[in-house]
């Protein structure tokens, strides 16, 4: 295993948004041509605590078994690692399936480093596949739980031998986003993981030059959903009807009662179509189907 051959620095790009701090470097693992095949950005987020970390690598074809990792040192005093899987959190090696994988994980939105006082999380669109406390390629242990808070991100490898190619080449991009906070909540987590990987759209739309005299806003259609807490999955207008279907999921472990102030709200199927004797009530770590009347 190595590094780097070599490493330096690019610069420093300041931004409205955030400031970009650029290395360079060469790796054996890339094309000879050019001197740079490596590439890392830190952007450093001003107005949230966010960091971006942003990596290229022109990659020349190896048939070798081969891998590439980044290696994710964070340092917690008494940590855990956990990690978001389909409908909930895990603790890793502890909460799992008996008998499933603890050598690799795919985490959807977020990874957590956590104690009991804070906790670092980190995620990734592009390389979701991890290794937690060291590289375990063929461990193969049962039980086994994380070695350290040290996180692996495994970017690529050719060991497997079908159904892939026997070498990967060309340019890669790939990126990490991470913050800390004091808040160790499961929900806390979720909030930061769903809001960067997948983040609110905005559209900008263009004034009517038809329009006269001052433009009034309307403020119906802004809601707020209280009542417990809560992740808003997806939003859908109806197509037959003044309604929208909000797809709501509990992320703090209790049960509570969905609650949107000035509209008549009800229980409803996926397709939107309104469950007789429907409840509002949400079960902790359910999901829910809400219609909005409007």
Sequence with gaps: RRGLDKSWFTGIQRGAIYDSYNFAGYTIAGMETPAANFGVEYRVHHNDKLIEICYTLTKKSVLEPEAVYIALPFSLENSSIYCEVPGGVMQAGVD?????????????????VRNNKAQVLLGSS??????????NTGRYKAGAEP?????????????????FNAEQRGEYIWKYYMTSM?????????????????????????????????????????FDIT???????????MEDER?????????GGKQSTVKIEGYVI???????KEIKNGSLSV?????????IKY
Excluded at 228 to 234: N, R
Excluded at 283 to 291: A, D, E, L, Q, Y
């Design 182 to 222: 004091k808040d160790n909540s499961n929900s806390a987590a979720t909030k930061f993981g769903w809001g960067t990987r997948v983040p609110l759209p905005a559209r900008v739309l263009a004034a009517d030059k038809r329009a006269k005299g001052e433009l009034t806003i309307p403020t119906k259609g802004d």
């Design 227 to 237: 009542g417990g807490d809560y992740i808003l999955v997806s939003v859908r207008p």
């Design 126 to 135: 592009e390389a979701p596949l991890m290794q937690f406390g060291n590289i």
């Design 266 to 272: 009800s229980e409803c199927d996926v397709l939107g």
């Design 243 to 251: 309604a929208v279907i909000l797809h709501l999921r509990e992320i």
């Design 96 to 112: 799992q399936i008996k008998g499933s994988s603890n050598d690799w994980n795919t985490h959807q939105n977020f990874v957590a």
């Design 283 to 291: 079960r902790p770590w359910g999901v829910k189907f809400i219609k």
């Design 147 to 163: 070695e350290s808070s040290n996180i692996y991100s495994w970017v690529m490898n050719n060991y497997w031998v079908t159904n």
